[in-house]
């Protein structure tokens, strides 16, 4: 029950995306292609739940008893890379060359994702709070992967439906993104403490 | 079904045109520290922290450029700004304590934040089409945009902190705080006044535009 109610935490109630603002600006640049929201949604959804796995082991095994938990950020951002390039290195190894290239390229903007290390980072915090178990972390670690998906196809998928043309000179681009992201958030908003709750 | 080389086209120029904007540089600047921004003290740390970040970022990009691959660039460039934002943050927790607690993660994240913000600006999307396009950003632009984010993160946490807090130098403006504004507390009012600092920005660039235009026209005439 720990795990799921920890699962649907991350992924509703405290979506990395839409209640912390971490990764936003890659999924607003994301939304700008909506034919690869899905497909994107997905990569970024399975690197930030094998960071926030990742990130829960290591820190538990070694940085936590070492007590260098302050160094926390530079081996999260090298497990951050790890992860999406072999991650990415797999999911291209049966394409040709060039596309192979494209994808690594694509694994390179995913690596420097804020997401994978603040599902790692957000981990490390709950480890230090003593009430964690490893069902809390790896449910953790799920959720915000699946917030992460559910925030770029959502987003992906209202931001398509918006013409460029209607939107007053002065809002177009970014404030209006901003303004759609806002809107979105307050329905996440909303959810708050209702969807982790039901499985307490 | 593919879409039309066209749409893909077009899609491929409008996100690289929004790359390359101030606009953009403003907000992908500011926006990893919108959270954190909850009052005036609170957004001019972050703020400050943010900018450190971006220009970390815009110097270890062009260092790194000259002993790392086209794939090991950005995880070398990330792990040498999550160690200045290390340094950063051992500075914040020594001066103030109070605000290094309340930060928590969002301090050691800007340093992510930051690279991809300066990775994106370089490359735009060329980066995923397989063009080599790494060092349009001038530094110029880096400092633009540390300046930037800094002033919209203290803009951000000064209305945050009114609206939810009600507290305006020390002085508390009950009846702001009862109010349902306070809702500006939250995420949703947070990238709000964001958007409303980008329409600003957005609308200064182009009236510079439309004289540099006009001025052009003028000379020519």
Same mark, same amino acid.
């Given at each position: 029950m720990a795990f799921i109610n920890a699962l649907f935490t991350s992924m !509703?109630? =405290? =979506?990395?995306?839409?209640?912390? !603002?971490? #990764?936003m600006v890659t999924v607003i640049l994301a939304a700008k292609r909506s034919q690869d929201g899905v497909c994107f949604g997905t990569m970024l959804g399975c690197a930030t739940a094998a960071a926030g796995a990742f990130g829960a082991l290591v820190y538990a095994g070694f940085l936590a008893p070492w007590g260098v938990g302050y160094l926390a950020p530079v081996v999260y951002a090298i497990l951050g890379a790890a992860v999406a390039f072999v991650g990415g290195a797999v999911a291209a190894s049966r394409k040709g060359a060039a596309d192979r290239g494209l994808a690594l390229r694509l694994v390179a903007l995913l690596a420097a994702n804020a997401a994978l290390m603040g599902a790692a980072l957000a981990n490390g915090v709950a480890f230090d709070? #003593?009430? #964690?178990t490893a069902d809390v972390l790896f449910g953790n670690a799920l959720g915000s992967g699946l917030g992460v998906f559910l925030a770029v196809v959502l987003f992906t998928s209202i931001r398509a @439906?918006? *013409? *460029? @043309? !209607?939107?007053?000179h002065a809002m177009r681009g970014l404030p209006i993104a901003l303004v759609t992201a806002s809107l979105m958030a307050m329905a996440f908003t909303c959810v708050a403490g209702i969807a982790g709750g039901l499985f307490v | 079904m593919a879409l039309n080389r066209n749409v893909v086209a077009e899609q491929n120029a409008s996100l690289n045109e929004l790359v390359h904007t101030p606009t953009f540089l403003m907000v992908a600047g500011a926006l990893p520290g919108l959270f954190a921004a909850t009052s005036l003290g609170h957004g001019a740390v972050i703020g400050g922290v943010c900018a450190v970040a971006i220009l970390g970022a815009a110097l270890i990009s062009r260092g790194v450029s000259c002993f790392t691959g086209r794939f090991s660039r950005v995880a070398v460039a990330l792990m040498l700004n999550a160690l200045v934002m290390v340094l950063v943050g051992f500075g914040v927790r020594v001066a103030l304590p109070v605000i290094y607690q309340d930060l928590g993660i969002y301090l050691p994240l800007t340093c992510a934040s930051g690279v991809a913000s300066i990775f994106i600006a370089q490359s735009g999307i060329d980066a995923l089409k397989g063009?080599?396009?790494? +060092?349009?950003?001038?530094f110029g632009d880096a400092v633009l945009a540390a300046v930037t984010a800094f002033l919209a993160l203290v803009f951000c946490g000064f209305f945050t902190g009114l609206f939810t807090t009600g507290q305006v130098f020390g002085l508390t403006v009950g009846e702001l705080a009862a109010?349902? &504004?306070? &809702?500006? +507390?939250k995420p949703a009012g947070s990238l709000l006044l964001l958007a409303l600092v980008a329409v600003f920005v957005q609308a200064v660039c182009d009236a510079r535009a439309k004289g540099a235009a006009a001025d052009s026209k003028g000379g020519e005439a």
């Open positions: !509703l109630d =405290n =979506n990395l995306v839409f209640c912390q !603002l971490i #990764a709070s #003593a009430t #964690a @439906r918006i *013409d *460029d @043309r !209607l939107v007053p | 063009a080599d396009r790494a +060092g349009e950003l001038t109010s349902p &504004i306070s &809702i500006f +507390g």
